[in-house]
C-alpha cells in the first residue's frame, strides 16, 4: 500500500506543470540595465516612449522572461518581454497601457516563446503582481554591446 501512494504521489510531481520563477533583485536590476541598453540604443523611437524605465515584477523561465515597467513619472506603464540570446538578454516586445497575452508571445521567430512557456509566464506574472512587488530604479546603460 505504501509504495502505491509513494508511486503515486511520484507520477502526480512529474506529470504537474512547473511554474515561472519569479526574478530575484539581481535578475531584475539586470533586466533594468537591458532596458537602459536598449532605450539608449534606440532614442526617442524607443517603444517604451520614455528614457528612464522602472521594473516592477518579473517571472522567467528558462531563455524567457516577462515584467511590468513603468516610467519613472509614473504616467506611462505596460509589460516587456526579454529573451535570451548569445551570452544575454535582449528586449523582446514592448506594450504601453496593457498586458501583453500569450499569443503575443508565441511564435517561432527570433525572441518568440513556445506557447506552453507563454502561458505559463502570463499567468504567473498575474499572481505575482497580486505581491506588490516594489518597482526597481530605472537602471544605467552598459557601454558596448
Not at 119 to 125: D, G, R, S, T, Y
Request: with cysteine; aromatic share 8%.
Amino acid at each position: 500500500m505504501r509504495s502505491t501512494v509513494v508511486s503515486f504521489l511520484l507520477v502526480l510531481l512529474t506529470i504537474s506543470p512547473t511554474n515561472a520563477a519569479q526574478a530575484s533583485v539581481q535578475d531584475r536590476e539586470r533586466f533594468s540595465i537591458v532596458i537602459a541598453s536598449y532605450i539608449r540604443d534606440l532614442g526617442k523611437s524607443n517603444e517604451f516612449e520614455t528614457k528612464f524605465v522602472e521594473l516592477g515584477a518579473t517571472v522567467v523561465e528558462g531563455n524567457s522572461a516577462l515584467a511590468d515597467w513603468k516610467s519613472e513619472d509614473g504616467k506611462l506603464y505596460g509589460q516587456v518581454s526579454f529573451f535570451y540570446l548569445c551570452d544575454g538578454w535582449n528586449v523582446g516586445k514592448v506594450v504601453l497601457a496593457r498586458h501583453l497575452r500569450a499569443q503575443d508571445l508565441k511564435g517561432h521567430s527570433l525572441g518568440n516563446v513556445p506557447e506552453t512557456v507563454a502561458l505559463k509566464l502570463v499567468e504567473e506574472l498575474k499572481e505575482l503582481e497580486k505581491q506588490n512587488v516594489a518597482y526597481l530604479k530605472p537602471g544605467r546603460a552598459e557601454l558596448g554591446c
